[in-house]
């Protein structure tokens, strides 16, 4: 078997990088000046700028411009309350109410107010409050009665009744 002697890599000292990585590198204007002067070879294209620097002669620096963060555009959606029943069980049902926090509204308080309403359990879930009960236009007459930022086009029903599954422990 033939023994292969491993590639001599240089590196730059201005940069650190591979001299063939020195193009990428933040201090490419001051890397040219060594390269200029140890390894012309390594950017034939740069030839002459490489004769200026040893000739004295002072090259314009290329200005590289910062990198700018893509801007986000905010597109002005149209804040909707949605307020849908979720059965659990057979016979029970929780409504469910989403998009208060788009409002503002803080929802720990919202709920606290809605159980002494409507004496009944309710619980802030994520991003959204859970009532126990088929509630849907006794909530909708007291978020319209008790926030007057909310108008009644601002609430969506939604008629689908969906399967709230309830995690029981595992069975054996």
């Known amino acids: 078997m033939e023994k292969v002697n491993p590639i001599e ?21 001051e890397c040219k000046k060594w390269l200029a002067v140890n390894h012309p070879e390594a950017y034939p294209d740069l030839a002459e700028d490489f004769a200026k620097i040893r000739n004295g002669e002072v090259v314009p620096e290329e200005e590289k411009k910062p990198a700018s963060k893509p801007k986000k555009v905010k597109i002005a959606e149209k804040k909707q309350i949605v307020v849908s029943v979720l059965k659990r069980g ?11 926090k788009e409002f503002g509204l803080n929802l720990k308080d919202i709920a606290k107010l809605f159980r002494k309403t409507f004496a009944s359990g309710c619980a802030v879930v994520e991003e959204s409050i859970e009532i126990q009960g088929e509630l849907v236009d006794e909530l909708i007459e007291k978020i319209l009665s008790e926030f007057p930022s909310i108008k009644e086009d601002d609430i969506m029903i939604s008629e689908t009744h969906k399967t709230k599954k309830v995690n029981k422990g595992q069975k054996k």
Do not use: A, D, M, R
Not at 18 to 24: H, K, Q, R, S
């Open 9 to 29: 890599v240089i590196y730059c000292p201005v940069c650190t990088f591979p001299i063939e990585y020195c193009e990428y590198s933040e201090t490419f204007n």
């Open 90 to 100: 057979s016979t029970k049902n929780i409504t469910k109410v989403e998009g208060l």
